[in-house]
T-cell receptor, first 112, second 115 residues
Framework: SQQGEEDPQALSIQEGENATMNCSYK?????LQWYRQNSGRGLVHLIL?????REKHSGRLRVTLDTSKKSSSLLITASRAADTASYFC????????????FGGGTRVLVKP | GAGVSQSPSNKVTEKGKDVELRCDPI?????LYWYRQSLGQGLEFLIY????????KSGLPSDRFSAERTGGSVSTLTIQRTQQEDSAVYLC?????????????FGNGTRLTVT
């Protein structure tokens, strides 16, 4: 079973707009990570937020973490066509062997 | 430096044949993961190696699937008697540490097609 679930499953926006996607998880974590995947191949790590952090920034990316609600959000500001990709959250499921498990992803389409 | 390398990049095989997928992790990375991704879907965890510890095989879908990691480096995922439902992209990733404290570095995957 999956630890994280992204919402929405798909998102279509115009270039320049912001894109927000959410991730919910089920059990206690020590950190949460966001990854991007282009064209169905390897994933690229974007940002890691630890369980004692509430917000983190990296360039045009902003990630929040609410451990009381077991949820995280990824915001991409001023989106570009090159941001078109699938975005996944991943968590270490502390009660299931410390392995990193992924959600189903959000497919983002940025229209020029 | 070199990233995670997977081979072959594409593999077409007939139903019932065995296949071997190879992963060369980044040198020095102690953790190695295998995931499977069907078209348009998320990543399904298969197996996790961490240093010299016993691997976590809890994600392997059947006993036709096995994996080994030799010398703490190269890993091979073997699928015996392939079935059409095994068709997917198989992704390998490595990282510096365990418990997910380090980001994963992914290879570009092996696209397996079982005809």
């Amino acid at each position: 079973s999956q630890q994280g679930e992204e919402d929405p499953q798909a998102l279509s926006i115009q270039e320049g707009e912001n894109a927000t996607m959410n991730c919910s998880y089920k059990t206690s974590i020590n950190n949460l990570q966001w990854y991007r995947q282009n064209s169905g191949r390897g994933l690229v790590h974007l940002i890691l937020i630890r369980s004692n952090e509430r917000e983190k920034h990296s360039g045009r990316l902003r990630v929040t973490l609410d451990t009381s609600k077991k949820s995280s959000s990824l915001l991409i500001t001023a989106s570009r066509a090159a941001d078109t990709a699938s975005y996944f959250c991943a968590t270490v499921w502390l009660t299931a062997g410390n392995k990193l498990t992924f959600g189903g992803g959000t497919r983002v389409l940025v229209k020029p | 430096g070199a990233g995670v390398s997977q081979s072959p990049s594409n593999k077409v095989t007939e139903k019932g044949k065995d296949v071997e997928l190879r992963c060369d992790p980044i040198s020095g990375h102690t953790a190695l993961y295998w995931y499977r991704q069907s078209l348009g879907q998320g990543l399904e965890f298969l197996i996790y190696f961490q240093g010299n510890s016993a691997p976590d095989k809890s994600g392997l879908p059947s006993d036709r699937f096995s994996a080994e990691r030799t010398g703490g480096s190269v890993s091979t995922l073997t699928i015996q008697r392939t079935q059409q439902e095994d068709s997917a992209v198989y992704l390998c990733a490595s990282s510096l540490g365990d418990r997910g404290v380090s980001p994963l570095h992914f290879g570009n995957g092996t696209r397996l097609t079982v005809t």
